[in-house]
T-cell receptor
């Protein structure tokens, strides 16, 4: 039961910023938004996560809207190695643990 | 720190057989989750184990089971294999400490059922 909606595919020119949108309109107050990427059927790689505030790390920036119904992952200077499927995920906390709901992801192609 | 390891990386079985997959989490991580990934259904949550107890379970039939050992290593078992069980099975570990629940994935086990 995916809780996120992402465009199926996007292209980005090498060296430009890649902005990947995600809708999570049913997100609850204590549910985090996570981003992972998967390259060629390898295991998904963690990128970044956030709850309310915008976040930045060495890989990317995460912009979350004030109402938390959507977010954008920004790769500031896309390279060819950033070509991958990017998953926006809502982490649901239960009484006993947590569960990650993966959507269908966005296939990002970085073009030389 | 070594990452999550999964064995075997590739496996071929026939319908009706059973299979056991193994996952060793990152050192210090006590939570292990399993996922199935297929082209048609994407990444689907199977179950999560923490301190040898199953904490969460996804919507899969009882043929899919798992367990976790005292050293946090985990195994999942699929009995009476069906063609539709062909998939990439991914294991992820996390520390489950407050604010540090990020899951780190292994490379996966590619299961082919003939």
């Amino acid at each position: 039961d995916a809780k996120t909606t992402q465009p199926p595919s996007m292209d980005c020119a090498e060296g430009r910023a890649a902005n990947l949108p995600c809708n999570h309109s049913t997100i609850s107050g204590n549910e985090y938004v996570y981003w992972y990427r998967q390259i060629h059927s390898q295991g998904p790689q963690y990128i970044i996560h956030g709850l309310k505030n915008n976040e930045t790390n060495e890989m990317a920036s995460l912009i979350i809207t004030e109402d938390r119904k959507s977010s954008t992952l920004i790769l500031p200077h896309a390279t060819l190695r950033d070509t991958a499927v990017y998953y926006c995920i809502v982490r649901v906390l239960t009484n006993t643990g947590n569960q990650f709901y993966f959507g269908t992801g966005t296939s990002l192609t970085v073009i030389p | 720190k070594a990452g999550v390891t999964q064995t075997p990386r590739y496996l071929i079985k026939t319908r009706g057989q059973q299979v056991t997959l193994s996952c060793s989490p990152i050192s210090g991580h006590r939570s292990v989750s399993w996922y199935q990934q297929t082209p048609g259904q994407g990444l689907q949550f199977l179950f999560e184990y923490f301190s040898e107890t199953q904490r969460n379970k996804g919507n899969f039939p009882g043929r899919f089971s798992g367990r976790q050992f005292s050293n946090s290593r985990s195994e999942m078992n699929v009995s009476t294999l069906e063609l539709g069980d062909s998939a990439l099975y991914l294991c992820a570990s996390s520390s489950r400490r407050q604010g540090r629940d990020t899951q780190y994935f292994g490379p996966g086990t590619r299961l082919t059922v003939l």
